[in-house]
Each structure stands twice: as C-alpha cells, then as structure tokens.
C-alpha cells in the first residue's frame, strides 16, 4: 500500500509538469497572434506608402527627391521589421513544435504507464477475486517484569527488523 504513494506522488508532479508545459503553449500561441496583428499592421502601413507615393507625382521633381529618398528610407525599415517579425515566428514556431513533440511523447508515455498500471489491476482482480489486503502483525514486548535487561530489548529490537 505504502508503494502507491510515491507512484501517486510523481504522477501529480507530472501532471503539474504537463500543465505547465500547457501553459507556456498558451502564452506562445498569443504572441504568434501578436505578432500576425503586428505583422498585418506593417501592410497596412506599407499600402499608405503606396498610396502616398502616387500622389508625389504630382510634386515638383526636388521635393519628390526627398520624399523618395524618405519613403525608401521607410520602407527599408518596413522590410527590416517585416523579416525580424517572421524569423520571430518561426523560431516561436519551431519551439512551439518542439514542445508539442515533447508533451505529446510524455502524454504517450503516461498512456503506456496507466494501460500497464490497469492491466496489473486486472490481472490481480482476476488471479484472486479482488486485490488481497494483507495486514502486518506487529509483535508486542512480554510485559516488564522487574530488572530491566538490555539484552532482552537488543533482541526485541531485532525481531522486529
């Protein structure tokens, strides 16, 4: 009896273990969509510069100069963003994959161990009925008589082990 609690033990640990693993894959999956917003955003910009640039046209040519100078300017730093923001997602992209890989083999894992756990209930049901019970006898010490004697204890105590 005293052999299931620390199986019971480490299978809570475990299950506290995966529902942290659960959790970071939650946090994960809100940047991602963080990201996408960020992401949608940098199109939304870049279509305004698109916009914008067709109207500079119009302008005499040293303005459109600087403003080109400008917009291109801008739209290097759009290009950087845009490239950091998907190296970011698929690196995020690639843990979240390889912590799912790692919750998915533990899951298989704890599978495999409650199946073997069920089958060995099933078979003990089977052999005898139910699961025996088995009750320990604890011997007690013959009743003081007097002259306390040492060895007497000594060989008590090891009757016990």
Same mark, same amino acid.
Not at 65 to 77: S, Y
Not at 88 to 115: Q, Y
């Given at each position: 009896?005293?052999?299931? *609690?620390?199986?019971?033990?480490?299978?809570?640990?475990?299950?506290?273990?995966?529902?942290?693993?659960?959790?970071?894959? &939650?946090?994960?999956?809100?940047? /991602?969509?963080?990201?996408?917003?960020?992401?949608?955003? /940098?199109?939304?910009?870049?279509?305004?510069?698109?916009?914008?640039?067709?109207?500079?046209?119009?302008?005499?040519?040293?303005?459109?100069? !600087?403003?080109?100078?400008?917009?291109? !300017?801008? &739209?290097?730093?759009?290009?950087?963003?845009?490239?950091?923001?998907?190296?970011?997602? *698929?690196?995020?992209?690639?843990?979240?994959?390889?912590?799912?890989?790692?919750?998915? *083999?533990? /899951?298989?894992?704890? *599978?495999?161990?409650?199946?073997?756990?069920?089958?060995?209930?099933?078979?003990?049901?089977?052999?005898?009925?139910?699961?025996?019970?088995?009750?320990?006898?604890?011997?007690?010490?013959?009743?003081?008589?007097?002259?306390?004697?040492?060895?007497?204890?000594?060989?008590?105590?090891?009757?016990?082990?």
């Amino acid at each position: 009896m005293s052999s299931a *609690n620390p199986s019971s033990k480490a299978q809570k640990d475990r299950l506290v273990e995966l529902e942290e693993h659960m959790l970071y894959l &939650v946090e994960v999956s809100d940047s /991602i969509r963080y990201l996408e917003s960020r992401l949608d955003e /940098i199109f939304k910009k870049t279509n305004t510069i698109d916009a914008v640039a067709g109207h500079v046209e119009g302008l005499p040519i040293q303005d459109s100069l !600087g403003f080109v100078a400008h917009m291109e !300017g801008r &739209v290097n730093e759009l290009d950087s963003s845009q490239k950091t923001l998907l190296e970011m997602i *698929n690196g995020m992209s690639e843990d979240f994959r390889a912590t799912l890989d790692v919750v998915r *083999n533990e /899951i298989a894992d704890m *599978n495999t161990r409650l199946s073997l756990t069920m089958r060995v209930m099933a078979n003990q049901v089977s052999i005898g009925g139910a699961v025996p019970i088995t009750k320990v006898k604890v011997p007690e010490p013959k009743p003081f008589c007097g002259v306390r004697d040492a060895k007497a204890l000594e060989n008590f105590i090891f009757d016990l082990d």
